[in-house]
């Protein structure tokens, strides 16, 4: 990436928005990513345009990032520029009924915000630790609810640089999909409709579903959540199980042995080994159980 690519950056953002050759190990849950060429810190929507606009006049790949929490990231980096929408992009506001957030906002945040205005419906998206913008293109859900049921529309940036209001049904979210995803938009805000609750039921549920996670999941293990999507008419988790693959291992990556549903840095593991590991178990699933485990985590960069 030339100099004076860099420098035309300089005239959008502040200082302290730019980093280069930035490790991404730093911006995943996975805790595993080599550098980015370039990576950005854009607090507001011009930021976000612009930033995109020069990617494409210059031909360099752009990459939106949340908080990582869905990414495995090769070893090797990511030869363009990342554009992180979290905390410096997280404006959330209630009025009534309606929640509307800018894309970068943490689940976590809006569950605390959402169940002190005494507002029901997003308890399931408590413990999940990404952003809207990462929920919403990846229709995140759990224990029985997901963004479907509560997303109005959101507000998009199209492969074209222009910002488009889109209904609920444009979005087309289905099972860990949406359009963003199929038409590389980028989501700016989105807004939800949640019901009149009880603040300390919406509470209580809220520490009911995180003392589950915390029985069931491996929390304390760095990893990206669920690492296989649900086949149909099966469970993941149990098909690695049933195939002798539970604390199966490759160097320092790892199937949980809490939850065979989850693949786990046991410290210092590379994308690599994640990858390689990914690969074996989708391999051995197939051969024993005859079903195709498809990977949720998205991977970006070369493997
Ligand atoms: C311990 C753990 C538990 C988890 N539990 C769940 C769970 O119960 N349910 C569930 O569904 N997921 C779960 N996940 C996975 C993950 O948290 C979700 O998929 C989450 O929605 C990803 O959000 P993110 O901001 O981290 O996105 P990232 O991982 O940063 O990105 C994921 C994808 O979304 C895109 N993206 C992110 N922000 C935007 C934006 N503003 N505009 C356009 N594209 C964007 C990225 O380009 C990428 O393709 C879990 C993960 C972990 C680590």
Known sequence: MSEVFYQKFQSLFQREQIRIKEPLSKHTTFQIGGPADLFLLPEDEKQIAGAIKLCKEENVPFFILGKGSNLLVSDKGYQGVIIKLAENFSRIEI?????????GASLSDMAACIADSSLAGFEFASGIPGTLGGAVTMNAGAYGGEMKDI???????????????????????????????????VVLSASLHLEKGNKEEIKA??????????????????SAGSTFKRPEGYFAGKL????????????????????????????????????????????????????????????????
Do not use: W
């Not at 940036?157 to 999909?177: M, P, S, T």
């Open 95 to 103: 009025e009534g009924n309606k929640v509307t957030a800018q894309s």
């Open 151 to 185: 997303v109005t529309d959101a507000t998009v940036l199209d492969v074209n640089g222009n910002i488009r209001f889109l209904e609920k049904d444009e979005l087309r979210l289905g099972y860990r999909k949406s359009i963003i995803q199929e038409e590389h938009m």
């Open 205 to 222: 549920a809220i520490a009911e579903l995180t003392r589950k996670r915390e029985e069931k999941q491996p929390l304390e293990n760095p």
């Open 240 to 303: 690695i199980m049933d195939s002798d693959l539970r604390g199966y291992k490759v160097g320092n990556a790892q199937v949980s042995i809490k939850h065979c549903g989850f693949v786990v840095n046991n410290g210092g593991a590379t994308a690599l080994e994640v990858y390689t590991l990914i690969q074996d178990v989708i391999r051995i699933v197939y051969e024993k159980q005859g079903v195709r485990l498809e990977p949720e985590v998205r991977l970006l960069g070369e493997f």
